[in-house]
T-cell receptor, first 115, second 112 residues
Framework: DTGVSQDPRHKITKRGQNVTFRCDPI?????LYWYRQTLGQGPEFLTY????????KSRLLSDRFSAERPKGSFSTLEIQRTEQGDSAMYLC?????????????FGEGSWLTVV | QKEVEQDPGPLSVPEGAIVSLNCTYS??????FMWYRQYSRKGPELLMY????GNKEDGRFTAQVDKSSKYISLFIRDSQPSDSATYLC????????????FGAGTQVVVTP
């Protein structure tokens, strides 16, 4: 499977615990994105990287959230001191920047439930 | 007000009918337009992508963009029960490459 891979697919955690999600993008893609999706809503932008540089962060990304892409390949999204409001699906996506377009391809998502 | 508006549905159609979906957007800076299909508890899957006004066809799918009206549409011909899913429209500004704006999605149910 050469698509975007996310791990774990499901995570149940107690409030106050830290969680980390990993994303492996499509191998030749240089852009990597994190989105969050709650029930009945479309994905909301959190942040994105071009290679290892984090180029933009949403105001949704509070200081409890941190994302890294240390070698310009895989990325991690860490949520510290989780709250019930963090329960959502965290989607990773990747794209290849080219003159012809900028479409993004999503992984299957990581479901987070904070109890 | 959200930058991309989409009727949440559900939209129920009989098998074989044409499914008509649409979105409106508020910002004329949006240059790129996409439709995604999302099955329950799965990630969105890219269906169609366009960056100009007019029609784009791919098999049973036709995407239509009217930039003057800020209106985008997706038509699915000869609908099948396997087309039952949530359909998301998405837009992108030329000066904000990474920040895709999504509609809330329209749930479609195709009944046999």
């Amino acid at each position: 499977d050469t698509g975007v891979s996310q791990d774990p697919r499901h995570k149940i955690t107690k409030r106050g615990q830290n969680v980390t999600f990993r994303c492996d993008p499509i191998s030749e893609h240089n852009r990597l994105y994190w989105y969050r999706q709650t029930l009945g809503q479309g994905p909301e932008f959190l942040t994105y990287f071009q290679n290892e540089a984090q180029l933009e962060k949403s105001r949704l990304l509070s200081d409890r959230f941190s994302a890294e892409r240390p070698k310009g390949s895989f990325s991690t999204l860490e949520i510290q001191r989780t709250e019930q409001g963090d329960s959502a699906m965290y989607l990773c996506a990747s794209s290849l920047v080219s003159p012809s377009g900028n479409t993004i391809y999503f992984g299957e998502g990581s479901w987070l439930t904070v109890v | 007000q959200k930058e991309v508006e989409q009727d949440p549905g559900p939209l129920s159609v009989p098998e074989g009918a044409i499914v008509s979906l649409n979105c409106t957007y508020s910002n004329s800076a949006f240059q790129y337009f996409m439709w995604y299909r999302q099955y329950s508890r799965k990630g969105p899957e890219l269906l169609m992508y366009t960056y100009s006004s007019g029609n784009k066809e791919d098999g049973r799918f036709t995407a239509q963009v009217d930039k003057s009206s800020k209106y985008i549409s997706l038509f699915i011909r000869d609908s099948q029960p396997s087309d039952s899913a949530t359909y998301l429209c998405a837009t992108l500004r030329r000066d904000s490459w990474g920040k895709f704006q999504f509609g809330a999605g329209t749930q479609v149910v195709v009944t046999p």
